[in-house]
């Protein structure tokens, strides 16, 4: 599979063209293309992503056209009125900067209705509008590490709801009285796109938990084959993805080194779409409960059985009562540990994958039984290691693209500043960057902020990206970017 972006034209930000472009998310999301991977409505961009081994570009502007909708065509939205505590630590400052009362922030804010022009960022946070124009304050200088779930807060024109604890600009007015996010609802998203939103303010109740952890991995698994005695530093269930849920503000999430996970599936005659186990800087301590074999792949962590290392990228025979344990890899910082048939857990919207932003999963914890999905004996043990693909990684320009600055990107080194899983900051010659309107966008883009150096983002990025965007990351070179570490230098070349 090889994914691959279009973008339609964009249009000028009214309601009437953002409720055109909800309507054409419906139409496409009524009839799908086979092999279509996201539909993600925006303010004035609709991003579809597909599957471009089985399609061409023409292919997908030809189903574009057919079912975009008539001029002036909108959706049915909803009315939902929202609960809020206008208790926000913002609201002093607010008012001071607007030169109005704590009071009339609070009437004004509340005085009108408020379109659902899109829902992204993190699971369920709708970008709401418009704000009154006497409330309206740029972002913050210095974004907060963390907003406390069910945060109610403004920025510009715009004001949402932060349904689970997340990094923030926006200025922070109350909290909500009534979660816009729960996994654990039969509809997880309390808002959709074109819904109209009211805020009551009120004085009591309680603002609701954070949503709990959905937790993928069953309590009794069907063949139970490792204890975990301890976990490493970050151990996560994953697998293909999960695809369709962008509009809902669901990362992707999946393998972050694809040929890794896809090899450690081979060696056990595996399906590669099945859910394994992806270990970041270290790994967990287990004792294995059947005789069976297992294998691990990756340049991260390297394991041992009994104290005795297992050969990198291989299958293993393991029985009953004996340790695995791993260490830190050398040359990476990503591996991955897979079980017969693959391991066993429970699909969300159709996939296993943790999305540890909107409480999917979660990492591995002490007692923690992980089973496999399939019963077998042990088998010899088997090594193959995949070709690596050395040199600059490739760059694809991104549409509208600023070519001064793809050309920087192109000619000078750059240093890794620090990497996870939602994506890689880099440090080098300073770019032109900025704002835009917040869009759809595909792993692996080069996006430029205001401050000039660029970050990549990667699985666990957000849905909806407001920064400049000058190019992609090849898809085929994404792997190679799950073991960046600190300090590691990297080039691009044109793809």
């Not at 600059?392 to 920087?408: E, K």
Request: aromatic fraction near 6%; charged fraction near 15%.
């Amino acid at each position: 599979m090889r994914p691959a972006p279009h973008h339609t034209r964009q249009q000028a930000l009214t309601a009437t063209g953002n409720a055109h472009l909800h309507a054409w998310a419906t139409q496409l999301l009524a009839h799908p293309l086979p092999g279509l991977l996201d539909v993600v409505p925006a303010y004035t961009t609709l991003y579809v992503e597909y599957d471009a081994d089985r399609h061409t570009g023409h292919d997908v502007r030809a189903w574009l056209a057919r079912h975009e909708p008539p001029p002036g065509a909108s959706g049915s939205g909803r009315h939902v009125t929202l609960r809020v505590r206008y208790d926000g630590e913002d609201l002093p400052d607010i008012a001071a900067r607007t030169g109005l009362s704590e009071q009339d922030v609070v009437a004004l804010h509340a005085a009108a209705p408020y379109r659902v022009y899109a829902v992204g960022f993190v699971a369920g946070f709708p970008f709401l509008g418009e704000v009154p124009p006497a409330l309206r304050l740029p972002r913050r200088d210095t974004p907060r590490a963390r907003v406390p779930a069910h945060s109610v807060a403004i920025a510009n024109a715009q004001t949402g709801v932060y349904p689970v604890p997340s990094p923030g600009g926006w200025h922070l007015l109350g909290h909500a009285l009534d979660a816009v996010y729960d996994p654990h609802r039969p509809d997880p998203f309390l808002l959709h796109p074109g819904d109209t939103v009211t805020f009551t303010p009120t004085l009591h109740g309680d603002v609701p938990a954070p949503p709990a952890p959905l937790d993928v991995l069953p309590a009794h698994p069907r063949h139970p084959t490792l204890h975990v005695d301890r976990p490493g530093p970050l151990d996560l269930v994953q697998d293909e993805g999960r695809f369709m849920g962008g509009r809902h503000g669901l990362v992707r999430a999946g393998y972050a080194h694809r040929p890794a996970a896809h090899t450690a599936h081979r060696l056990l005659g595996t399906p590669v779409t099945a859910p394994l186990l992806e270990l970041h800087l270290g790994g967990p301590t287990c004792t294995v409960l059947r005789d069976t074999t297992l294998s691990v792949t990756g340049n991260g962590p390297q394991a041992s059985l009994d104290g005795t290392p297992v050969p990198a990228w291989s299958s293993f025979a393991v029985r009953a009562g004996q340790r695995l344990t791993f260490r830190p890899g050398r040359d990476g910082r990503v591996s991955y540990l897979a079980l017969p048939g693959g391991l066993d857990a429970t699909p969300f919207l159709g996939s296993a994958s943790t999305d540890l932003r909107a409480s999917i999963g979660r990492p591995l914890r002490a007692g923690d039984t992980l089973g496999s999905a399939e019963a077998r004996r042990p088998l010899p043990g088997r090594t193959y290691r995949p070709h690596a693909a050395p040199g600059p990684l490739r760059l694809l320009p991104f549409p509208d693209h600023d070519p001064h600055v793809l050309a920087t990107l192109l000619a000078h080194p750059w240093t890794v500043q620090d990497a996870d899983r939602m994506g890689v900051r880099l440090h080098g010659h300073a770019l032109a960057g900025g704002e835009t309107l917040s869009q759809g966008n595909p792993v692996g883009s080069v996006q430029v902020p205001p401050g000039g150096q660029p970050l990549i983002l990667l699985h666990d990025k957000g849905t909806l990206g407001g920064y400049s965007t000058p190019a992609r990351v090849h898809p085929h070179d994404l792997w190679r970017l799950a073991d960046l570490r600190p300090g590691d230098p990297l080039h691009f070349r044109p793809a």
